[in-house]
Nanobody, 123 residues
Framework: QLPLVESGGGLVQPGGSLRLSCAAP??????MGWFRQAPGKEREGVSC????????NYANSVKGRFTISRDNAKNTVYLQMDSLKPEDTAIYYC??????????????????WGQGTQVNVSS
């Protein structure tokens, strides 16, 4: 398996937007997810998407602001983040699931992890 590689992180002002990408070759048949970890806090599930892209799940903290999507032809998963808040500051990790679906954004349903990309929301 090739590794998962995240990109698109950076510094953005509150209210701004970022789009994260995850290169995920070979994972077309698996659910994909995004997780994040802020300094001093536990890892938190953000969103996940089924292999077909039909089914998605979101944490309550990002629902209505973040959108997950995937393009299997490009082997890429995206996380569009809008209306960003300072509390969204964290390292964001892409992960590949054990199955084609994700019942929720639970870490135990994912088994391959990327190295992470830093997102800072600050004025």
């Amino acid at each position: 398996q090739l590794p998962l590689v995240e990109s698109g992180g950076g510094l953005v002002q509150p209210g701004g937007s970022l789009r994260l990408s995850c290169a995920a070759p070979g994972f077309d048949y698996y659910a994909m997810g995004w997780f994040r970890q802020a300094p001093g806090k536990e890892r938190e599930g953000v969103s996940c998407i089924s292999s077909s892209g039909v089914s998605t799940n979101y944490a309550n903290s990002v629902k209505g602001r973040f959108t997950i999507s995937r393009d299997n032809a490009k082997n890429t998963v995206y996380l569009q983040m809008d209306s960003l808040k300072p509390e969204d500051t964290a390292i964001y990790y892409c992960a590949a699931g054990r199955y084609s679906y994700c019942s929720g954004v639970f870490a135990y349903e994912f088994e391959v992890w990327g190295q992470g990309t830093q997102v800072n929301v600050s004025s």
